[in-house]
């Protein structure tokens, strides 16, 4: 219990507060993907109703696999640990401890990648960013043994702070008795719940809640039926909670964010009627109505009956063809649900947005259409990298840490994870366009010359290689492997041009004298074999 209260009383007081959020989030995922919060009372033998439009499903998987890309890259790594050189020169280091510190925590980097990699974790990921446009909430649960676990706002609640800060959670499961320890179990009546519920396997009602304590720590426990779960209890830092609260949006002052379909619900909406509108209008002008005149000599059966190409007595005007004549009204309707299908195509980042319609469309248009809207997305990623990214790598690298498969890393501010996807990924693509301008600015005014003989080419490539989050060892020489090869072909280029001039016997004289100046012997001619 936390203050007298338990987890279902804490669950029951703020199941209230969230009813608004839930019943928007219902209304977002009516018009996009239906199943992603469903309607109260749901159960398997739900029928879901489909949308007339699929520009909202479509959108959210495309949104949410934007952010799965940017914020959780293959093969690359999404972090990285950065070394205090303040704090490391406060402790004695110098420039050759902080590269061997550098390298040692490359390799923690890559070790914690491996297990992002192997742990399958963009699964469950891209479906709480699913849930992040459509609601604007989820709760992301890290448990010991591994993997990620999705709670969608239905099934539980969180109470927040005036500045964000997580107060407590309570979520609310529903499971078989069978899966309980048997001390708890025994303690639960299953013959009236079989007699309550009319089944032979019922369920009950598993609350979990965790509670912030005046010391920063966070208070754990789980309960059925009223009765403490033994073994559950216990105590997190707030940097070990596995309980993550995600928002799409933070609003000041409010326990629950926005998602992104809310903002645009409205054209939603009116999409949906204009679609279902035009759909009906369509069908009704295919189906298709032959109307003949009751007082004219040309019978009904007649027509009905004979075969085509066969001759029927009667006159071409008795036969006439039911029309609606409403092509204008069904133009209109059209135009206007294209505009608004094109604004939506604009907020979801759809490729659809990215080229105009026109006959020509330049590379360098549709590039920088598509970096004005992947920057669209500047305030999903600051909060999902402080309030996702960070926890959920500082959790891993505690969890292996405690499996004895990491290093512990040092205490205090000397090292820290630093997030260098979402928006620190924005920032390097605007420095590489900044960069690129420069250099082709200074080639259009100066000449190709100019950039050979001011611009650092070595600096160049690294920092065009910093921005696009390349790892550049073993790709590109050194300056000192770059002298080397030009002195060893300039060597090459003289040698040709002497053995033109003056022969081999020159080229031998002058390859004896070389080594002679270096100490070395010239090699002594073989005898003639007998």
């Not at 004695?92 to 974790?121: N, P, Q």
């Not at 959670?169 to 303690?187: C, D, G, Y």
């Not at 208070?219 to 059925?224: A, G, S, T």
């Amino acid at each position: 219990m936390y203050n007298g209260k338990t987890a279902k009383s804490l669950y029951s007081e703020c199941e209230t507060l969230r009813q608004t959020y839930l019943e928007r989030a219902r209304d977002c995922a009516e018009l996009t993907i239906p199943t992603l919060v469903p309607p109260e009372g749901h159960s398997y033998a739900t029928k879901y109703e489909t949308p007339y439009q699929g520009i909202g499903a479509r959108g959210v998987n495309n949104l949410a696999s934007k952010l799965l890309l940017t914020l959780f890259p293959p093969n690359s790594p999404f972090f990285r640990l950065s070394v205090d050189r303040y704090k490391l020169r406060e402790m004695g280091g110098d420039d050759e401890s902080k590269t061997e510190l550098e390298k040692a925590l490359s390799e923690i980097e890559r070790t914690v990648m491996r297990e992002v990699e192997t742990s399958a974790l963009r699964v469950p990921v891209f479906e709480a960013l699913k849930h992040l446009v459509v609601s604007g909430n989820v709760l992301v649960f890290t448990p010991k043994e591994g993997g990620i676990r999705v709670f969608q706002l239905e099934n539980y609640i969180v109470k927040r702070d005036p500045f964000g800060n997580v107060l407590h959670i309570a979520t609310k499961e529903t499971i078989s008795p069978t899966a309980l320890p048997e001390e708890v179990r025994s303690q639960i009546n299953v013959e009236a719940l079989q007699r309550q519920s009319g089944h032979s396997e019922p369920t009950v009602e598993l609350y979990t809640a965790v509670c912030r304590e005046d010391d920063g720590r966070f208070y754990v426990w789980q309960e059925v039926e009223g009765n403490a779960i033994p073994g559950t209890e216990g105590y997190f830092k707030e940097e070990d909670n596995p309980y993550i609260a995600l928002r799409y949006s933070r609003v000041d002052g409010e326990d629950y964010g926005r998602g992104l379909v809310e903002e645009y619900l409205g054209d939603l909406k009116s999409l949906e009627a204009l679609t279902q509108s035009i759909v009906k209008l369509a069908a009704a002008s295919a189906n298709i109505k032959i109307l003949v005149d009751p007082n004219g000599t040309t019978k009904a059966k007649a027509l009905a009956e004979s075969p085509s190409g066969a001759f029927v007595s009667g006159r071409s005007s008795d036969v006439s063809v039911m029309q609606l004549d409403k092509f204008a009204d069904l133009r209109v309707a059209k135009e206007v649900a294209e505009a608004i299908e094109q604004r939506l195509s604009y907020a979801f980042l759809l490729n659809a947005a990215v080229q105009r319609n026109a006959e020509r469309v330049t590379a360098e248009e549709i590039r920088f259409m598509a970096q004005e809207l992947e920057s669209a997305l500047g305030g999903a990623y600051s909060i999902l990298s402080q309030e996702f990214q960070l926890p959920l790598v500082t959790r891993i690298m505690e969890r292996m840490a405690k499996e004895k498969r990491l290093p512990k890393l040092p205490k205090g501010e000397l090292v820290k994870p630093m997030i260098v996807t979402g928006v620190e990924a924005l920032g390097r693509g605007n420095d590489l366009n900044k960069l690129d301008m420069f250099v082709a600015g200074v080639g259009q005014i100066f000449g190709p010359e100019a950039i050979q003989q001011y611009v650092n080419v070595s600096d160049y490539l690294n920092r065009r290689a910093t921005s696009l989050g390349i790892d550049t060892e073993g790709l590109i020489r050194s300056q000192e492997d770059v002298q080397a090869e030009m002195q060893e072909q300039q060597q090459q280029m003289m040698m040709a041009q002497m053995a033109e001039k003056l022969g081999p016997q020159a080229i031998r004289s002058a390859t004896e004298a070389g080594m002679a100046d270096q100490g070395e012997a010239p090699a002594e001619p073989e005898s003639p074999q007998a």
